[in-house]
């Protein structure tokens, strides 16, 4: 089972998940024990601390041996261009360990905190192509309005292919550890104590939080980050895993900084297929930020989203689970396809509830 059906089950209704009783109410004799262990196992609070314990204790003993082989790769010219993969991997591998150590303490699968999903390569994919379509399309818009401004290319032959390679997978990996640790055991923990959304809106800030260091990062940026956070939220809220989430957000990143060279969070990627530069207003262009610090993203964004509910609504899912039970003789398929187990399903049963106020 994934871990996300023990808490949105199908209806992805997040208000009923059973949420821990709070210590003191009248449903519950406080304990010493019941302080650190409730009716779900180890509380939500303890549980987030134990594994962000871990995760320091793993990146304090790690640390030094990671930052001499990145700066021996960074000395060697034909190693330089992995060490960004190298980096975003062994985050990633850090995650998973530390994941790993509270899925055998709690008794979960450790794929359980979003990566069960009977279509998890064909919304991974999606993803993908989402990710570079949507950022596509912002860019042309940028593009069209006179803010952003091609110079050309930058890379030819065997070198575009390398880097765009290099730069795919240390997105894919950088995706992967970002989401893993921010929407994988962190959402789906938090989300027992607080609930679904609270749990979403407080890593969300976080991870806008997380790029407040970079130089050049601007209030729309972070604005956008945040956004961005909500939205993988909402993927995971409707499709109950991560592929898709881990799938758009390496597309998106991928297409800013390799395939069309503009900044990404106020940084530049060495190595990118064309050369931009932005011109005019910082609120239209987004200027040293890049094109999350443009006003532009705020419709792309909205136009995702709206795709995502569309897509895979909770009532869209009952329409095709409904024409799925529809015997073979009887089925329109080849009007109305279903393909991976219908897709827009969640892997599992999906209740014929459709609305909340079925769901009470």
């Not at 001499?68 to 010219?77: A, D, G, R, T, V």
């Amino acid at each position: 089972m994934n871990g996300f059906d023990r808490q949105v089950d199908g209806t992805a209704d997040s208000e009923n998940i059973e949420r821990e009783p709070v210590l003191g109410s009248s449903s519950s004799k406080w304990t010493l024990r019941s302080s650190f262990v409730g009716p779900q196992g180890i509380r939500s609070g303890w549980s987030m601390l134990i594994f962000t314990v871990i995760l320091v204790v793993e990146v304090l003993v790690t640390r030094v041996p990671v930052n001499l082989l990145l700066h021996s790769m960074k000395l060697n010219l034909s190693l330089e261009a992995w060490s960004p993969a190298i980096a975003a991997g062994i985050l990633a591998l850090l995650v998973l360990v530390a994941t790993a150590i509270m899925a055998k303490i709690e008794g979960h699968p450790v794929l359980s905190y979003g990566f069960i999903d009977k279509c998890g390569l064909s919304r991974f994919v999606l993803g993908i192509a989402g990710g570079v379509a949507a950022l596509s399309t912002l860019v042309l818009a940028l593009k069209m309005s006179g803010w952003l401004i091609f110079d050309g290319r930058a890379l030819h032959g065997k070198s575009a292919w390398s880097y765009g390679l290099l730069w795919g997978l240390a997105f894919l990996l950088t995706a992967l550890f970002e989401e893993s640790l921010l929407r994988g055991y962190l959402q789906s923990t938090l989300t027992r104590g607080v609930g679904f959304w609270w749990a979403a809106v407080l890593l969300s800030l976080a991870f806008g939080a997380t790029h407040l260091p970079n130089h050049g990062e601007s209030p729309i940026g972070i604005f956008s980050v945040v956004g961005a956070g909500l939205l993988f939220s909402l993927s995971l809220w409707l499709t109950k895993s991560l592929y898709w989430a881990v799938g758009l957000h390496a597309g998106w990143d991928w297409s800013q900084s390799y395939l069309y060279g503009v900044a990404d969070s106020g940084q530049v990627a060495t190595g990118h297929l064309f050369a931009t530069h932005p011109s005019g207003g910082l609120i239209w262009s987004g200027g040293p930020t890049g094109p999350e610090g443009s006003i532009y993203v705020v419709p792309t964004m909205a136009i995702i989203a709206l795709g995502l509910w569309i897509a895979w609504s909770p009532r869209r899912v009952s329409i095709r689970a409904a024409i799925a039970q529809i015997p073979p003789g009887l089925s329109s398929e080849a009007m109305f396809p279903i393909h991976c187990s219908k897709i827009f399903q969640s892997g599992q049963s999906v209740p014929a509830a459709t609305s909340p106020d079925d769901r009470k």
